[in-house]
């Protein structure tokens, strides 16, 4: 069974920082994209950023200069460095992974718990 476990949510003042971590465990191929998308009460879920195993990145304009996405391959964990936080980046924090579980499946996306991120004025 394949888990997406994050980690490093919390409250934090405005202009503070917080890191977050998913790690993905299990049975696990390969891994392609990564990524962390977040969805405030009343949104859509969406996407904050996301790196490709190898290496590129793409992230939302509005956290764009702030955040910071990165992965360490050999721990199947994505880490989002969150800096200069504003009010408006409140939300609840998924992680999700495109991942090939078995030999000769196909690619599916896979969604973590969710880590919740409030950010006070």
């Known amino acids: 069974q394949v888990q997406l476990v994050e980690s490093g949510g919390g409250l934090v003042q405005a202009g503070g920082s917080l890191r977050l971590s998913c790690a993905a465990s299990?049975?696990?191929?390969?891994?392609?994209?990564m990524g962390w998308y977040r969805q405030a009460p009343g949104n859509l879920r969406g996407l904050v950023a996301a790196i490709t195993d190898g290496g590129s990145t793409n992230y939302a304009d509005s956290v764009k200069g702030r955040f910071t996405i990165s992965r360490d391959n050999a721990k199947n964990t994505v880490y989002l460095q969150m800096m200069s936080l504003k009010p408006e980046d409140t939300a609840v924090y998924y992680c999700n992974a495109e991942m090939v579980l078995r030999v000769g499946s196909r690619l599916r996306g896979y969604w973590g718990q969710g880590t919740q991120v409030t950010v006070s004025s």
């Open positions: 299990g049975r696990i191929i390969r891994i392609n994209t």
